[in-house]
T-cell receptor
């Protein structure tokens, strides 16, 4: 069975500083990987996804993530954050044979301050 | 515009009452999902449906029921058997059979409060 661990429950960061959100997964088969963002009282919005190919994936709003198969990780990064990046971020994994069923991490709350 | 709608946005119910949350999508997606979100616990899968007239229990199905009579609709009923129903409920859909398009699309959510 698949599982996802987001290593930080909350990450405080200053505006224009870089941020990294860590995500590790466990699975016995090949996986697809995703990062979503959630603003307060809203649904989730897809930031980026890894399906195959290049391990460095670029997404919306300047975010990127790198798939590391040997370390079973999919960390999310942004070189310079804005106040508007304050939100909760979720990592998700879907096994390639699971017909679209996802497992989500517990989430990382990012708080950007001036 | 294509998307997923959930209604109502806020819902209050008294203990012992059943309540139904609506989820409609016009994305022509085959699969639909219901999640429950509690602070610090991420999203937990309640039920999912891969095709019309078929659905499966997720990780926390006890106290919930669903139906999938139409492709675009997947209502969730929170029954009086659900011990702690106060939560934020999210509906999602996807087209898992389309290569490169497996991601789930989410509705805006319904916040249920039991009084």
């Amino acid at each position: 069975a698949q599982s996802v661990t987001q290593l930080d429950s909350q990450v405080p960061v200053f505006e224009e500083a870089p941020v990294e959100l860590r995500c590790n997964y466990s699975s016995s088969v090949s996986v697809y990987l995703f990062w979503y963002v959630q603003y307060p009282n809203q649904g989730l919005q897809l930031l980026l996804k890894y399906l195959s190919g290049s391990t460095l994936v670029k997404g919306i709003n300047g975010f990127e993530a790198e798939f590391n198969k040997s370390q079973t990780s999919f960390h999310l990064r942004k070189p310079s954050v804005h106040i508007s990046d304050t939100a909760e971020y979720f990592c998700a994994v879907s096994e390639t044979d699971s017909w679209g069923k996802f497992q989500f991490g517990a989430g990382t709350q990012v708080v950007v301050t001036p | 515009d294509g998307g997923i709608t959930q209604s109502p946005k806020y819902l209050f119910r008294k203990e012992g009452q059943n309540v139904t949350l609506s989820c409609e999508q016009n994305l022509n997606h085959d699969a639909m999902y219901w999640y429950r979100q509690d602070p610090g616990q991420g999203l937990r899968l309640i039920y999912y449906s891969q095709i019309v007239n078929d659905f499966q229990k997720g990780d926390i199905a006890e106290g919930y029921s669903v139906s999938r009579e139409k492709k675009e609709s997947f209502p969730l009923t929170v029954t009086s058997a659900q011990k702690n129903p106060t939560a934020f409920y999210l509906c999602a859909s996807s087209f898992p059979g389309l290569a490169g398009s497996i991601e789930q699309f989410f509705g805006p959510g319904t916040r249920l409060t039991v009084l």
